[in-house]
């Protein structure tokens, strides 16, 4: 059994390790079965799924998720479109939600790692950032 993997990395994207292995793994026909929790965990791109689809289905490999349950071209078409109208509504919330923040004299992507806002009388009107110690516990 192998197992292709691309932690914290976007789906948009086919240039990730994992997927790149999967998809060599299909050229050198190690695997007759790949098996996902969802069809999105795959790739998150119309055009991507499509293809992968096509080339696992060219080269005899089965697509099964614990979500959808065997892949066939009616998920491919159908998840797949809802999938990206997903993206495309979760993208403009954020946006919504950001603009809202930076409207509201907010940070628009919150504070830097290891950073805290300090607020000073002279300093109120947008907030001083200033570095944490590390805490010695």
């Known amino acids: ?9 976007s789906g948009v994207s086919a240039l ?3 997927y790149q292995a999967l ?5 050198d026909d190690t695997f007759d079965l790949v098996l996902a929790e969802a069809l999105d965990q795959l790739s998150r791109d119309q055009e991507d799924v499509a293809a992968l689809y096509n080339r696992l ?4 490999i089965q697509i099964v998720t614990l979500s959808e349950g065997e892949i066939s071209e009616l998920h491919v078409g159908l998840k797949d479109t809802m999938n990206a109208l997903f993206l495309r509504d979760l993208t403009a919330k954020a946006h919504r939600s950001l603009r809202g923040r930076v409207e509201a004299g907010r940070s628009g992507f919150g504070n830097a790692h290891g950073y805290s806002i300090v607020r000073q009388p002279a ?3 947008r907030g001083a950032y200033s570095r944490r110690s590390p805490s010695p516990f």
């Open 23 to 27: 998809l060599a793994g299909a050229r």
């Open 57 to 60: 289905r060219f080269a005899g």
């Open 1 to 9: 059994m192998q197992v292709f993997q691309d932690r914290a990395m």
């Open 123 to 125: 300093l109120v009107r």
């Open 16 to 18: 990730r390790p994992g």
